[in-house]
């Protein structure tokens, strides 16, 4: 949907986000890290489907050296030139408006919801603004199919998710596992409960906390954790 709202705009811009403002959370940090190609394939894609006259990467600071490396090695052979912009360490940073704010030569702050980014974001333009794991998606998405892709996670909520794991688990870090796998699961794979354990926080700060071990079985998902009244949101745990 918005890929389409973007597309019947002129002029469009993208964005590839990663500012990763949230504080429990290290996923996009991990993906640029290790993956930079594939976050970039993706944002080239989309600057195709939607005819986007600018593409832009949010990332964090740390991260525009490695970035921008990446793209050179990419010369050549990208339809579009990729702009890379240093993200502000702040937790609001990455909200998809505080992202076109900054775009737009302005400071990293949500502003109002009456006109959304779609239709007029960056400079007024229509703009789509993409979490680098998302990107990521449509780049295997568009290599291997839909149908491969529907291979991982729930007939609902297909695919999979990468998590950040930490607090009193044996092997803190950043995981990728399917839509479905039961939370006890996903604790396991990250070595375990390193403690006994009274609760769980699932989605971060806009998440929830769930009883343990009584919420073990339950599916992360959004469809599985809504009874328990949580999210996977960012993917925190």
């Known amino acids: 949907r918005k890929l389409a709202a973007v597309a019947a705009g002129k002029r469009a811009v993208v964005v590839a986000n990663g500012a990763e403002g949230e504080p429990l959370s290290?996923?996009?940090r991990w993906?640029?890290?290790?993956?930079?190609?594939?976050?970039?394939?993706?944002?080239?894609?989309?600057?195709?489907?939607?005819?986007?006259?600018?593409?832009?990467?949010?990332?964090?600071?740390?991260?525009?050296?490695p970035i921008t490396s990446a793209l050179v090695?990419?010369?050549?052979?990208?339809?579009?030139?990729?702009?890379?912009?240093?993200?502000?360490?702040?937790?609001?940073?990455?909200?998809?408006?505080?992202?076109?704010?900054?775009?737009?030569?302005?400071?990293?702050?949500?502003?109002?919801?009456?006109?959304m980014v779609v239709t007029a974001g960056v400079r007024g333009r229509p703009t789509l603004v993409h979490n680098v794991?998302?990107?990521?998606?449509?780049?295997?998405?568009?290599r291997r199919g839909p149908q491969w892709f529907r291979?991982?996670?729930?007939?609902?909520?297909?695919?999979?998710?990468?998590?950040?794991?930490?607090?009193?688990?044996?092997?803190?870090?950043?995981y990728e596992f399917e839509y479905g796998i039961a939370l006890g699961d996903?604790?396991?794979?990250?070595?375990?409960?390193a403690a006994r354990l009274q609760a769980v926080l699932v989605g971060g700060y806009h998440g929830a906390w769930v009883k343990w071990p009584s919420a073990s079985g339950a599916p992360v998902s959004r469809a599985g954790l809504r009874p328990l009244g949580a999210s996977p949101g960012a993917g925190i745990i």
Not at 84 to 89: E, L
Not at 133 to 142: K, M, P, R, Y
């Open 151 to 174: 291979e991982a996670g729930t007939p609902d909520e297909p695919g999979t998710f990468l998590s950040t794991i930490s607090g009193g688990v044996v092997n803190p870090g950043v």
């Open 133 to 142: 794991e998302t990107l990521a998606h449509l780049a295997l998405v568009a």
């Open 73 to 115: 090695e990419r010369h050549g052979l990208a339809r579009i030139r990729v702009t890379v912009v240093a993200a502000p360490d702040a937790f609001i940073s990455g909200e998809e408006s505080a992202a076109v704010a900054r775009l737009s030569g302005g400071p990293a702050v949500p502003r109002d919801k009456a006109r």
């Open 26 to 28: 290290s996923k996009d």
């Open 186 to 193: 996903v604790l396991a794979a990250a070595g375990g409960p």
């Open 31 to 65: 993906l640029l890290s290790r993956a930079p190609h594939l976050v970039l394939d993706g944002l080239q894609l989309v600057a195709e489907a939607t005819s986007a006259a600018e593409a832009y990467a949010y990332v964090p600071d740390d991260l525009c050296a």
